[in-house]
């Protein structure tokens, strides 16, 4: 049996983890929020339309922030479409995703979901199509007491007290042709910086998250995020970064290793932002905001056709993917002192780990490992040793059998470990050099029959976390054996 050592020693540690890494994404996008977390129609919705499924459902993942209203869908999005008495709210055609959007559900809606939720609200201001003075007024509107027009309005729409969103995106993908808007590097910059000020002139309290490149695959990929970087250094806080990734060649094991290339993404973006630094001989750091990511590269289907909530990608998620958002997971948790915030995407529906048929729910493969981290996300990340056998991936190059990761908290230790072996049990054993591990507190771990088991409306538990009880301690050290194509997240009491 291949045997793999984790060391670590408490005192090598990379930065404390941000609860805020465990974020969602909400876009007016196909049925995500019409028919989703939003359906007043449905015999599961509250008394204000939110389908109390969904809720309790999402409520297990413990999200932390949640973003919205895009995405794409935001270049082209005039909140004040979106606010007051639903009945003189305009239906209007949205043209990223040519869909039909009737402006139900708009700005003080999405803020009554996160306080049901416990959400912190991360709003994308319009840079495609909007201005720097709309998206001004929105924060206006948002965060002052009332006095002033926007805040006065928001009163008059039945909030009173200030939602007090801290968290705005400076549009979404803005370096992408097919973005409403898109606008070359040197022309977005200004009109970010220019929202920027703005925005916290209204409000100095907020943080702001910068467009960076919305792929490693751009021709403008780090150049675009230098100039961004060196023009609003001053007045930004993050820089986004989104990652997509799929299964294109059917390559179970190099579809796993995509990993090594999420990892090469955060440290460039993080080294893009110390050369700034550098260059600016700048005090301030400006961190990683990964506010996309997941696998997704089944459905395509992304035209409405002028259609209100039409059926647009709804990915149906399996055990490899699963694994992959693991490793999606691992690498944030590895690179915690320049990652602070990140989204899902999304959350109900699109790319989904959640999914609604009428008033049936489907709880994906995907939806386990974001749990399963996410309950056991309290601690420092520490940089851990892996010494174990490597298999070579074409696209990925040399990669670990063993993806692995692991956050100190008070009094506990929790282990994060993907076997990405495709037939092999692989043996891990957890050594801390400078504490003992004294006994289990609880495991889960997920796996399944093969790398393409996934759960259907038909069979909802072909691929679901269960109770993980193959782990040995002795003399202050763990071992388990971890099945092959399995995810393991492990809390150990220590002292």
Avoid at 16 to 29: N, P, Q, S, W
Avoid at 369 to 390: A, N, Q, T, Y
Avoid at 391 to 411: C, M
Avoid at 422 to 444: Q, R
Wanted: proline share 4%.
């Amino acid at each position: 049996m291949e045997k793999t050592v984790i060391n670590l020693h408490t005192k090598f540690q990379v930065g404390k983890v941000d609860k805020r890494i465990f974020g969602g994404f909400l876009e007016h996008l196909g049925r995500a929020v019409y028919q989703g977390i939003y359906d007043q129609k449905s015999a599961k919705a509250d008394e204000d339309g939110f389908r109390k499924d969904v809720m309790e459902a999402l409520k297990k993942l413990n999200i932390s922030v949640m973003r919205w209203p895009g995405g794409n869908f935001a270049s082209g999005y005039h909140w004040l479409d979106g606010v007051g008495p639903k009945g003189k709210r305009h239906t209007v055609r949205d043209l990223a995703w040519q869909s039909i959007e009737p402006n139900q559900f708009g700005t003080d809606e999405f803020i009554e979901l996160c306080k049901k939720m416990k959400w912190s609200p991360m709003i994308t201001v319009n840079l495609g199509t909007g201005t720097p003075e709309e998206a001004g007024n929105w924060v206006e509107y948002c965060n002052l007491p009332p006095g002033t027009r926007y805040a006065d309005m928001r009163e008059e729409n039945g909030n009173s007290n200030p939602h007090n969103v801290k968290l705005w995106c400076l549009g979404n993908e803005m370096d992408g042709l097919w973005q409403l808007g898109h606008l070359p590097a040197e022309h977005y910059s200004i009109k970010a910086q220019q929202a920027a000020k703005i925005m916290k002139d209204v409000d100095k309290s907020i943080e702001l998250v910068v467009c960076g490149s919305c792929s490693i695959t751009m021709p403008t990929y780090m150049e675009w995020d230098r100039v961004v970087l060196e023009y609003t250094w001053d007045f930004v806080d993050y820089i986004s970064l989104h990652r997509y990734v799929g299964n294109h060649n059917n390559d179970t094991s190099d579809f796993l290793a995509v990993t090594n290339s999420v990892d090469k993404q955060i440290e460039e973006m993080a080294y893009a932002c110390r050369f700034v630094q550098a260059k600016k001989r700048s005090k301030k750091m400006v961190y990683l905001c990964f506010d996309e990511w997941n696998v997704w590269y089944k459905n395509y289907e992304s035209d409405g056709k002028g259609k209100f909530a039409p059926h647009l990608l709804e990915e149906i998620y399996n055990l490899e993917d699963a694994l992959v958002v693991s490793g999606f997971l691992n690498s944030f948790i590895r690179h915690s002192d320049v990652v602070k915030i990140a989204n899902i995407a999304q959350i109900v529906n699109v790319i989904a780990p959640v999914l609604t048929k009428d008033d049936d729910i489907l709880v994906q493969s995907i939806f386990y490992p974001f749990e399963m981290v996410s309950k056991r996300r309290d601690g420092v990340s520490l940089k851990i040793g892996l010494d174990g056998p490597v298999y070579e991936s074409p696209s990925y190059g040399q990669t670990n059998y063993i993806d692995a990761s692991a956050i100190l908290g008070d009094g506990k230790l929790h282990i994060f470990a993907t076997n990405r072996h495709l037939t092999a049990k692989i043996e891990l054993s957890v050594n801390p050099s400078d504490i003992e591990i004294t006994s289990l507190e609880s495991a889960e771990i997920l796996t399944g029959t093969n790398p393409k088991a996934a759960n259907s409306f038909e069979k909802k538990d072909t691929v679901v976390s269960k109770e993980f009880e193959e782990i040995r301690i002795s003399n202050g050290k763990a071992v388990c054996q971890l099945p092959p194509l399995s995810f393991a997240a492990i809390t150990f009491k220590v002292g």
